[in-house]
């Protein structure tokens, strides 16, 4: 099923679940799982993807599954993706394998 509305990014889950919720800055969540502050901002942001490295960090601190956070990002990505070529796929029809 094609989704209609963008799914947010992972940033902005985790922000909203976990760092509002807990009350921890970026600054300590980085220290926290050793990465700079910088790069927790970009993610959080939309601005960086969670990679498999960071889904494995965030999934340790927030005792949640790295499959979680790849998850979240592949949505993000694919309906990205499809938004971005959706014109060009249009045209492209299966192929008729023979068994």
Same mark, same amino acid.
């Given at each position: 099923? @094609? &989704?209609? &509305?963008?799914?947010? #990014?992972?940033? %902005?889950?985790? =922000?909203?679940? =976990? ?10 969540? +980085?220290?926290?799982?050793?990465? $700079?502050? @910088?790069?927790? $901002? +970009?993610?959080?942001?939309?601005? %960086? ?7 494995? &960090?965030?999934? %340790? +601190? ?13 949505? #993000? ?8 070529? @959706?014109?060009?796929? $249009? ?7 023979? +068994?």
């Amino acid at each position: 099923m @094609k &989704r209609t &509305r963008e799914p947010n #990014h992972p940033g %902005k889950i985790f =922000y909203e679940l =976990y760092l509002g919720g807990l009350g921890i800055t970026l600054t300590d969540f +980085a220290e926290s799982i050793g990465v $700079s502050r @910088k790069a927790i $901002s +970009a993610i959080v942001n939309g601005h %960086k993807r969670v990679t498999p490295e960071m889904a494995l &960090r965030f999934a %340790k +601190a927030l005792n949640t599954t790295p499959e979680l956070w790849l998850n979240l990002q592949q949505s #993000h990505d694919l309906w990205m993706a499809r938004q971005s070529i @959706k014109d060009e796929i $249009s045209s492209i029809h299966p192929l008729h394998v023979m +068994a």
